[in-house]
T-cell receptor
């Protein structure tokens, strides 16, 4: 498949373990954050979002944590599966209702 | 997801050639975007359009132009392609006043 980033930070986890992907954002005025998953050869797909009035939001097997004090966002994936292997991007809102994307982290799941 | 389609999916072209990448959407969204993705980097915004008559430059618009032919169609052109425009190109859409963007499958462009 296509490689979307040869030099991305990589997180390698064992199947069944939990994964934590981190993201530092730049704008203290941002009030909306979103995580995307990009599988090889595909466009990014929405995973979960969170607004700045929340510290935590849970979805199916995923949890996003927001620490506004240090401008840090994390994505936790429970019981990581081979299908979770992908590049994960965080994004924050900016002016005119748009998103600024981070550089991405590659998650590799070992069987 | 067939809601946002891009053509072509792969294209190899030569330096100096004009090339157009096309994007169509069936989501009924007013807002459309073109992004570029290089290895090791995130998504960089080239152009965006909030409706047919509202087109704006993004952070890396030099060497590119766009056309919003209709609400559902947004095309990206490279007037004279150069090798450093070799990249993955993504189109995205969003509803008005919504941050969530829906992406197409991408076009891999190689300029030799």
């Amino acid at each position: 498949g296509e490689s979307v980033g040869l030099h991305l930070p990589t997180l390698s986890v064992q199947e069944g373990d939990n994964s934590i992907i981190n993201c530092a954002y730049s704008n203290s005025a941002s009030d909306y954050f979103i995580w995307y998953k990009q599988e090889s050869g595909k466009g990014p797909q929405f995973i979960i979002d969170i607004r700045s009035n929340m510290d935590k939001r849970q979805g199916q097997r995923v949890t996003v944590l927001l620490n506004k004090t240090v401008k840090h966002l994390s994505l936790q994936i429970a019981a990581t599966q081979p299908g979770d292997s992908a590049v994960y991007f965080c994004a924050e809102n900016n002016y005119r209702v748009m998103l600024t994307f981070g550089g991405g982290t590659r998650l590799m799941v070992k069987p | 997801d067939a809601d946002v389609t891009q053509t072509p999916r792969n294209r190899i072209t030569k330096t100096g050639k004009r090339i157009m990448l096309e994007c169509s959407q069936t989501k009924g969204h007013d807002r459309m975007y073109w992004y570029r993705q290089d290895p090791g980097l995130g998504l960089q915004l080239i152009y965006y359009s909030f409706d047919v008559k509202d087109i704006n430059k993004g952070e890396i618009s030099d060497g590119y132009s766009v056309s919003r032919q209709a609400q559902a169609k947004f095309s990206l052109s490279l007037e004279s392609a150069i090798p450093n425009q070799t990249a993955l190109y993504f189109c995205a859409t969003s509803a008005a006043e919504s941050y969530e963007q829906y992406f197409g499958p991408g076009t891999r462009l190689t300029v030799t």
